[in-house]
């Protein structure tokens, strides 16, 4: 499976951005999800969206982040709103969930820069 990410940028504190990724397979059958990883910090889960639209989200986005996704479209999104500087990162997204915020599938990531 591929995945490929749009959507990242450089944004003001406070700002919104709608990250996008599109999958080479069909998505309704798995769970997805979004993780990031900030300069010198290990990767960590975002957001997950399961196949009946359930999602759970790190303490740190809930209010202000909000995972979707377009099965007719084989996409993700992750929608982000209120954004601070700690969330500066690369977004990378995932299919096929393990558990404990693990996939085993992942894109190559879109830099996201708040400042």
């Known amino acids: 499976v591929q995945l490929v990410e749009s959507g990242g940028g450089v944004v003001q504190p406070g700002g919104s951005l709608t990250l996008s990724c599109v999958a080479s397979?069909?998505?309704?059958?798995?769970?997805m999800g979004w993780s990031r990883q900030a300069p010198g910090k290990e990767r960590e889960g975002v957001a997950v969206l399961n196949t009946i639209n359930n999602a759970v989200y790190q303490d740190s986005v809930k209010g202000r982040f909000t995972i979707s996704r377009d099965n007719a479209k084989n996409s993700l999104y992750l929608e982000s709103n209120s954004l601070q500087p700690e969330d500066t990162a690369i977004y990378y997204c995932a299919i096929v969930c393990l558990g404990n915020w693990r996939f085993k599938y992942w894109g190559q990531g879109t830099q996201v820069t708040v400042s």
């Open positions: 397979e069909y998505t309704r059958e798995y769970c």
